[in-house]
């Protein structure tokens, strides 16, 4: 019975996956792997290791011979390969909030994704989702966001922001 296992199944672009046979039955005497998107692409040895280095999801196959005849298992969409998000799209918000108003600021949601922004000195607010809502203080400053996914932090989008004071009525 062949029948093999990769670790890890989910990477980042570049890394190395380990293939390990798990056949069972008869003492195999070949073995002969095809990595769709690997390199290598091909290898007859029993525990080969494949740098994957174009994001998407791969087939896996393994034909394993104990000397009654080859056996071949196929794993499809079994190795899936990601790569770092690229940068968000532009940040929405004015750029000339009032002091000490509340503002929202956004870019556009990709699914799988996180963000982490950054706050000019003095202003406050956290989130870990496309928009964030922010307690102006009187600095101004830079307002920047990164996407993030397993494979880290994309570059950043920002906005350069400068308070207006509230006006004074005579």
């Known amino acids: 019975n062949t029948n ?3 670790y890890p199944a989910n990477v980042c672009l570049g890394d190395t996956v380990n293939f ?7 003492v195999p005497i070949s ?5 769709s998107g690997g390199t290598p692409s091909t290898s ?3 525990n080969p290791s494949v740098v994957y280095d174009t994001a998407g999801v791969y087939d896996v196959s393994l034909t394993a011979d104990d000397g009654s005849g080859p056996v ?3 794993k499809s969409g079994y190795i899936n390969v990601v790569q770092i998000a690229s940068a968000p799209s532009a940040i929405i918000g004015s750029i000339t909030p009032c002091e000490n108003a509340s503002e929202i600021y956004s870019v556009t949601n990709v699914a799988g994704l996180s963000y982490s922004w950054t706050l000019p000195v003095g202003w406050s607010g956290t989130s870990n ?4 809502t922010s307690s ?3 600095t101004s400053g830079l307002i920047s966001v990164t996407a993030d996914n ?3 932090s994309s570059p950043s989008s920002a906005l350069i922001v400068t308070p207006s004071k509230l006006p004074v009525a005579d």
């Open 72 to 74: 071949t298992k196929l």
């Open 150 to 152: 397993v494979c880290g």
């Open 20 to 26: 390990t046979d798990f056949t069972t039955g008869g």
């Open 44 to 46: 007859g040895i029993q």
């Open 129 to 132: 989702s496309n928009n964030i």
């Open 136 to 138: 102006v203080d009187t």
């Open 4 to 6: 093999f296992s990769a």
């Open 31 to 35: 073995w002969q792997w095809s990595f």
